[in-house]
C-alpha cells in the first residue's frame, strides 16, 4: 500500500521559514509528479508546487512564487517544500500527493492525484 507521510510543520512568524517532508512508501517518486496542496478552513484545496522526478522540472502557483521551493532527494525517495518569508494567509494544512507520469507542465487539480498523505499544519502569526 502506498503511504505518503508529512512532516515538518509547525506555528511561525511571518517571515518565518519552514521545511516540509514528504516520504514515500512503495511509490517510486522519480518516475512520477509530486505536488504540494494546502487547504485553509472554508477554502478549497489549492495546489502550491509539484514536481517531476525524472527531469527535475517543478512548477508553482503564483502566490508562492520566489518563495516557496520544491524539491526532493530520490536516494531517500523523500520531495521537499522550503517555504520562506511565511505570511498569515499560507496557514492552511498542507498536503503531499502523488499521481503517475511527468506533470505535464503544471501543478494540476486535486482530482488528477491519486494518493495523498495525512496532511500537516502550516500556522503564520502575523
Known amino acids: 500500500q502506498v503511504q505518503l507521510v508529512e512532516s515538518g510543520g509547525g506555528s511561525v512568524q511571518a517571515g518565518g521559514s519552514l521545511r516540509l517532508s514528504c516520504a514515500a512508501s512503495?511509490?517510486?517518486?522519480?518516475?512520477?509528479?509530486m505536488g504540494w496542496f494546502r487547504q485553509a478552513p472554508g477554502k478549497e484545496r489549492e495546489g502550491v508546487a509539484a514536481?517531476?522526478?525524472?527531469?527535475?522540472?517543478?512548477y508553482y502557483t503564483d502566490s508562492v512564487k520566489g518563495r516557496f521551493t520544491v524539491s526532493q532527494d530520490n536516494a531517500k525517495n523523500t520531495v521537499y517544500l522550503q517555504m520562506n518569508s511565511l505570511k498569515p494567509e499560507d496557514t492552511a494544512l498542507y498536503y503531499c500527493?502523488?499521481?503517475?507520469?511527468?506533470?505535464?507542465?503544471?501543478?494540476?487539480?486535486?482530482?488528477?492525484?491519486?494518493?495523498w498523505g495525512q496532511g500537516t499544519q502550516v500556522t503564520v502569526s502575523s
Open positions: 500527493a502523488a499521481r503517475g507520469g511527468p506533470c505535464r507542465f503544471r501543478i494540476g487539480n486535486a482530482r488528477e492525484y491519486d494518493y
Open positions: 512503495r511509490y517510486t517518486i522519480r518516475s512520477n509528479c
Open positions: 514536481i517531476y522526478g525524472g527531469g527535475g522540472s517543478s
